[in-house]
């Protein structure tokens, strides 16, 4: 093929090359100083899927915008989806993989446009990030770089495969050239292959194979950038979220329901004499009060909420005391079909030596970040723009729409920095987006919803609890013979957002056992993946229920969940590896040699290995000789978990001190070993992965949502406390990768789950009694220890 | 009207005055780094210093406030930059700021505000503090524990150690321009 030279032709292609898939044409010059930009193609097929009901989404795919736009001057813009929330990745661990797979200085890319619907090209959640998720830039990049040399062997006619590239400059023999040099007064467009909705719920999906540049190669994965936003946001230079302000915005403060099933009844009065720039809006059950003074909103707020009268409602079939029995007295899981685990196989019924076999419980945590959800909308040129925080923007978009009963090409959602939720946004209903919407569009004037700390406690979503039955069977050399596992508990997904149901708007189903989306119809699967491969006969088995209350409730909500760090795995990890610390014991083994004389993975071999020597662990069989379960002189002991996610490889040690005479429980230290394979970023990872950890032990200590029969009644840190800074332990990150590695490691959520399960088994070595549910509050402990 | 003076610069407000600080500070002023966590002072995402102690902006009436000296993150350099009297440089950050982008301390960063300040208070009383000064100082010190919900707990100690090293090495190049 050939590339045309005249410039002066209008709007028309004037050349076209096929790169792996992907179509790369010259658009006639039309100024600036030339570019390479590569959008994506959409499947004709995907134009759009009027049958199923969804709405026709906005992006042209000829439009510029997206993915990576190699700039004259030899710096690089990228594009993403994808959101932050404190990981980092998408400044950091992103733009090193782009640059590694351009072989481009980092520092070239100088721009990372993210989260806002209009402008980004991919959608999809913000999960996954250095596991699926970055594949579709990583693969752009290569595209890009192979349309590139393409392009560099015609100049210099010799051929592609001759060709280098050393930060970002192309060299061909004498000849050298850099992307912009080569891209400079020429407009080159580069459609990318591609599959996938963009507002579903995974977003779009790069496809195609390009070549990718050798692990062996790379020079700038595995450096330990900064994060360039960290400068910007300790100045206090960005725009947080919860600064949005736009000219002649009303704040509003939501008054929601008495309980989580009530109807109002009738709003309570405004004292106009007090709060004389306020005024109560209802829409259905949505009861909201707005002013153009935001202490005045919180004020009339009050006084209204006191006198607004609800319906009463009682339907939640049972309280935050009395769960476990509930769960563990159910009558019939028939309601939702079994999942099984792809690990199950042989028989457990076989006749064993020893069985350890105990009940194990987790309660239902809240995401509780620090900000509680605060989101601003505007109706701005017949366009809905809500301004906010969601780890999945463009499945916001697409809830927001459906509420409204506008097209998704009405929609858009602007994404800021704000608190971390821990996946609690990802599905696009953290709060406060469609009331802000709702407000605005009734209204007419940009309206800024506020959710107080009460807010946030009692109507966001929740990490949801869960019931595990487990046995482990023991041969006669006290080898593990059978494993089963049954975990019973409700979802972890309800994306429904809870301003629309309160106003009584369109939402997406609601989580049933019919519901045609895998991700919402109350199945447990078993996330936590096998890790011990020398066991023959094992049943693991997940059993889903409604939401608690969702059915007695005439709003068909409940106590709602929504996934939370290291979903459904954190919930099953923990009695797994709970009970293998204490079928270690019964088999007279150390925790750690237990473990690794099931294990069959070497990269599992050595991370345990390694963690012994780091751990500074002290080999020998659970109870400590010292263990007590009285007296007022800390007991000590050590425990071990180990977790496989992501492709990563974890192994953590606990040492903690219990004064079993009043049930306190201290950390000292934490230990963690990893090998996430290849590390794009060390000192991220490394940030993330301790900071994920200390989550982890304040939820092994300390959280727990309780509720009665009506309601949420944690509303404030004290009713739901956290972890404080002088109760941090000693925390030692070691990252370990297995150096023939050939996928990319991610962090913070296996080391945010793991550290629960290694202090329940410090705890029985500490004590020679058990714990088998969290948290570790005294009550508990001294409950345990009593045993 | 009342009078603030918010980081070397009086203000005259309108708003009532029992109105909490941070209202006025975000909603009249726009200064916008401390953030609204709770309103009721039990985390300290909200923390301005007030005559150089920690003052929960959430909860404090402004009435309270009138003729003293509030400074927040924004105000850091230049409360730096005049103790240790200092060249104006447009580019200058606190070192305790300096510290939270050198340990890259923040995950969300939303508490860090907070933090920041705390980290400052602690800093202008003990320039050595010790791992149990630093627990002190941030869990029972002030109204309440300040809380970060990432878990950057590790990174913060990390952080005023490194901005303790920091303060130490300015004082012997007190006569040099300081980078931020």
Redesign the interface.
Known sequence: MNIEQNDNEETQSVGEYLIYGAKLSRRAFLGGSGALIASLALDPKLAFAAANGSQPTSLDAAKPASWIEIHADNTALIRTGKCD???SSIFTAYRQIVAEELSMPVANITNVVWGDTDVTPDGGGTFGLLRTNVQNLRKVAAYIREAVLTLAAEKFAVAKDSLKIKEGVIQAGNHTISYGELLANQNWSLSIPVRGELTSFMGIVVTGEPPMKPVSEYTIIGQPL??PI??P????DN??V??VKLPGMLHARVIHPETLGSTLLKAGPLDKTLFANSQIVTINNLLAVVSS???EA?QAARSVEAKTQWSDWQGIPTTSTGLQQFLHDKPSWDDVPDMQSRSSKGDISLPVAKSHSAEYFMPYYKH?????M?SVAEVKDGKVVVHTHSQNPQFLRMAIAKMLKQPEADVIIKTY????H?GRSNGGNAGSEDEAALLAVKLGVPVRV?W??HDDMQWSTNSSAMLSQISIGLDEQGRIATYQAVHSGPPMQDDRPIGAILAGKDTILPPTPDNPSFLHGLGIFIADTWVYGSVENIAETGRGMYQLGQQESPINVGIRDHSMRTPIQFQQNFPRETAMSEAAALAGMDAIDFRLAHITEPRFKAILERLKIEADWDTRPSPSPQARANGSEPALGRGVSIMLRDNGYWACAAHIAIIPDTGEVKVERITLVSDTGIVVNP??LK??A???????V?QALHEEVSFDNSKLTCT???SYP???????PK?KVVIAPDKTATMYGQGSESANALASSAIAGAFYDATGKAIRRLPLKPDYVKKALSA | MITLFINGHARQVK??PD??LL?VL??ELNV??P??????A??G?CSVLVDGEEVRACIYPIIALEGKQIT???GL?ARWQQQRSLPNAPDR?HPV?QA??DE??????????GM?IKATELLEKNPSPSDED???A???SGP??????????????DGIHRAAAIIKGAELITTNTVEG
């Open positions: 929330f404190g990981q900064k994060n960290v400068r946001k300790v100045a206090g725009i947080w919860g600064d003074d935001e202490w919180v509780a970040p620090i900000g509680p605060v920095i704000g608190p971390g821990f506020q107080m700390r000192l991220q940030r993330q301790e900071a994920g950890c200390i989550m982890g304040s404030d840190w004290q956290i972890l404080k800074m002088a109760e941090v925390i | 708003a009532a109105t909490p209202y975000r909603g916008m780094t953030k609204f966590g709770c309103g009721l039990q985390c995402a927040t993150v924004d350099p950050l700021q939270w982008i890259q301390v923040p995950q969300c960063g939303i508490c860090q505000y920041m630093i627990n002190h941030m869990t029972v309440s524990a300040h809380l970060c919900r990432c878990g950057s707990y590790a990174a913060i100690k």
